[in-house]
């Protein structure tokens, strides 16, 4: 996220102070941790950090602190439903940060309906997007466009890229021996309707993540600059 935000926005507009609302999950531990641990050497500074409970509707104590910090950035990781919670209490309060990525909640496709403006310019790594341009995309938009009436949601793109990687690793491995197969998933070095893919040595993948941003109740792919579908927008207006 850091070299994202570092890379899309110009040294003298740079926003640094960071607020970081933080689900009270495992998975809201490890990652409110990692956006802490990495703000400083990215050269952001964290100036507000709290935690909630799964399912809070009154965000209003963590917003007023925040912009009380002098935070600019926002930070987080709600479910769809505490997300939607926390933009339009944002807007009732009238607290608007420079930029704001949550993880997780902004993913569902009716986000913009559910949210109107307040969900406006919330962005996010969403794991893949419709716009990218890797061989393959045109045919899947295609097809969920004829099936759904919309091209490819953001799961659709992972989901196909994993069945790729498989029958690839199925072919090459000439069995379907579970240890041979598993070999050549760990070999894998191909290019995917994700984009190119290979593995590290403890399993984890090596793949492009894109941020998109809402802009008027329609997620546009606004990173990497040679992927966008649509021009970053910040400081959110």
């Not at 909630?52 to 509707?57: I, K, Q, R, V």
């Not at 290019?191 to 993540?209: A, R, S």
Request: aromatic fraction near 10%; hydrophobic fraction near 45%.
């Amino acid at each position: 996220m850091y070299v994202a935000l570092n890379q899309l926005v110009p040294a003298d507009q740079k926003a640094t102070k960071i607020a970081i609302f933080q689900e009270k999950t495992d998975w809201g531990n490890e990652l409110g941790g990692l956006f802490k641990a990495d703000a400083k050497p990215a050269g952001f500074e964290v100036v507000y950090y709290a935690e909630y409970a799964p399912g809070t509707t009154d965000f209003s104590t963590l917003i007023l602190d925040a912009q009380a910090a002098g935070a600019e950035i926002l930070l987080g990781m709600p479910s769809t439903p505490d997300g939607i919670a926390i933009v339009k209490q944002m807007a009732e309060l009238g607290w608007k940060p420079k930029f704001i990525m949550l993880v997780r909640a902004p993913d569902a496709a009716t986000w913009g309906e559910a949210t109107g403006a307040a969900g406006d310019y919330v962005t996010m790594f969403a794991g893949w997007h419709n716009a990218e341009n890797f061989p393959g995309v045109a045919e899947i938009n295609a097809k969920h466009q004829t099936e759904f009436g919309r091209p490819a949601d953001i799961l659709v793109g992972p989901a196909y890229a994993c069945v790729q990687i498989l029958a690839a690793a199925i072919e090459k491995a000439g069995t379907l021996d579970r240890d041979a197969i598993r070999d050549a998933i760990a070999d894998t070095d191909m290019m995917t309707v994700i984009g190119p893919v290979t593995f590290n040595k403890d399993g984890t993948g090596n793949v492009l993540n894109p941020l998109v941003q809402w802009q008027n109740g329609k997620m546009q792919l606004v990173w990497p600059l040679d992927q966008k579908s649509a021009d970053f927008v910040y400081p959110i207006p």
